[in-house]
């Protein structure tokens, strides 16, 4: 399987029951569509067919065709499910949306043109979107892939933008102590200085 084709659809995790349902994540927008555009396959090129999918909490429950008891079920547990990615209409997506997957690769920048570096991997750890930045120095970093800390983005111009506070990369004390220091660069005269000692001052 080329990875670079595929698009994760859904991690099994363990058994639901005795009659071979099993707990998912789902890495689609709406989790009852994950089995919507045909048979998935796993890395090692075994395929499955999703007859059901039932969202339950933060999870969906899946019955997938040939998988009829417990036994089966437990044998999937940790298996990740792919879709190729030319089989997933574009014109699928709704205003503003898009697969997690082109979101890999996007460069970072702020509203001043700052570049914070490039997306290396979206995650789920079950408060919602993560996207990890690694920038050109340091270790990556994870920002909310939220409408505040990600106001804007062109995938297919492969950039995003970041509100630098939103997404926790500074905070309000850094940011103002930058605006100062740009300022003081910018008119050195403005720099605070001590005031002279008066006659007699120790």
Not at 129 to 152: H, N, Q
């Amino acid at each position: 399987m080329n990875s670079k084709q595929m698009l994760l659809m859904a991690r099994i995790g363990g058994a639901h029951g005795i009659k071979g349902e099993v707990r998912a994540q789902a890495f689609t927008g709406d989790p009852s569509a994950v089995g919507d555009y045909g048979p998935l396959t796993a890395a090692d090129g075994r395929t499955f067919e999703i007859l059901k999918a039932k969202p339950s909490k933060n999870i969906v429950l899946l019955t997938i065709k040939g998988v009829s008891d417990r036994n089966a079920a437990e044998a999937l547990n940790g298996l990740e499910l792919f879709i190729d990615r030319d089989s997933l209409p574009d014109d699928a997506l709704d205003d503003g949306e898009v697969y997690q997957d082109d979101l890999i690769g996007l460069s970072v920048k702020d509203g001043e043109g700052t570049a914070h570096g490039s997306v290396i991997a979206v995650h789920d750890f079950g408060a919602g979107i993560v996207l990890e930045i690694k920038p050109e120095r340091g270790p990556s970093v994870m920002i909310p892939f939220s409408e505040a800390a990600v106001p804007e983005l062109d995938v297919d111009a492969g950039w995003l933008l970041v509100d630098p506070i939103a997404a926790g990369l500074v905070n309000d004390g850094e940011d103002e102590r930058g605006e100062e220091e740009a300022a003081s660069r910018s008119n050195p005269g403005s720099r605070r200085r001590r005031p002279p000692k008066g006659p007699g001052a120790d």
